[in-house]
């Protein structure tokens, strides 16, 4: 990166992560140094760190990312490459696109908050385990956690209406895509329309959950009644006893949670080709 920089004849300034400094505090240190370019080298843990903190920010530069984690769902799901001579060329790229931010109970995500089978899976997943979770959450592969999962009674507020879904697990996601593109619980969820996506997933035997991957696989997902999909701008979700919370695969807390979206909010850069450049 420093090689392309240096021939383009950019300076980069390199914040580096850990105990002393978070990622969120490194990128308001790099705004505040006058950076016009955030670059964050990480897995998807640490590029929304980076993210909420350049959300803190009145004009944030435009953020790049360059994939270092396992699973990487956010570069899946803005087309950036996976491999790093790749990604470290497209942070360089002129096409910058402003995307969507969501908020759980005010704190920003950029993949997906929910609860049930998903945050169980994060609190109870090992660092292994949980590099992969979003190979594990969505059910694919995940079945083995939610054995024995019971359905949950989830009180839903959606853009003010209210409704009761039974589900295993409910995820509000600004991003679709698990795994691999083209594999979503839904069609049609994307960072870029101001709008989030509530999925809520039925499945709870081995049986449903084969059933609703291979809705997936097929990119079919709400053929089946195990997959709901509902647009949303707000959303509230309770339900009783408190159920644990997963944010971008972290846990944050126990439900009652409020989620509403900041349209827009975040420039990334994106390689040229990328899904909403032209
Ligand atoms: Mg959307």
């Known amino acids: 990166?420093?090689?392309?920089?240096?021939?383009?004849?950019?300076?980069?300034?390199?914040?580096?992560?850990?105990?002393?400094?978070?990622?969120?505090t490194a990128a308001r240190r790099a705004v505040e140094a006058g950076a016009d370019r955030v670059a964050a080298i990480g897995g998807d843990g640490t590029i929304v760190e980076v993210a909420a903190g350049l959300l803190e920010v009145p004009e944030p530069p435009p953020l790049a990312i360059v994939p270092q984690g396992t699973a990487n769902l956010l570069a899946l799901n803005l087309g950036i490459p996976p491999d790093r001579e790749s990604a470290v060329?497209?942070?360089?790229?002129?096409?910058?696109?402003r995307i969507d931010c969501g908020r759980a109970n005010g704190e920003p995500f950029l993949i997906a908050v929910g609860a049930g089978v998903h945050a169980e899976l994060v609190a109870r997943a090992d660092r292994g385990t949980k590099r992969r979770w979003?190979?594990?959450?969505?059910?694919?592969?995940g079945w083995r956690a939610s054995r024995g999962a019971e359905a949950l009674r989830f009180r839903v507020?959606?853009?003010?209406?209210e409704s009761e879904i039974e589900a295993t697990t409910i995820q509000v996601m600004n991003?679709?895509?698990?795994?691999?593109?083209?594999?979503?619980?839904?069609?049609?969820?994307?960072?870029?329309?101001?709008?989030?996506?509530?999925?809520?997933?039925?499945?709870?035997t081995l049986a449903e959950h084969v059933v609703t991957a291979a809705a997936v696989v097929r990119g079919a997902p709400t053929d089946t009644d195990l997959v709901v999909h509902l647009p949303a701008r707000r959303v509230r979700i309770e339900v009783d006893p408190p159920a644990l919370l997963q944010r971008d695969g972290e846990l944050a807390g126990r439900t009652p949670v409020e989620i509403?979206?900041?349209?827009?909010?975040?420039?990334?850069v994106l390689p040229g080709s990328g899904p909403w450049t032209s």
């Open 89 to 97: 060329s497209a942070a360089f790229s002129d096409s910058v696109v």
């Open 175 to 204: 991003v679709g895509s698990v795994l691999r593109r083209g594999w979503e619980f839904a069609h049609g969820v994307t960072p870029v329309d101001g709008v989030l996506d509530l999925i809520a997933l039925r499945a709870s």
């Open 157 to 161: 507020w959606i853009d003010g209406e």
């Open 134 to 141: 979003g190979v594990a959450a969505y059910g694919i592969a």
């Open 260 to 268: 509403d979206v900041l349209p827009r909010a975040l420039p990334i």
């Open 1 to 24: 990166m420093a090689a392309i920089a240096a021939a383009r004849g950019d300076a980069i300034d390199l914040f580096g992560t850990g105990r002393e400094v978070d990622a969120r």
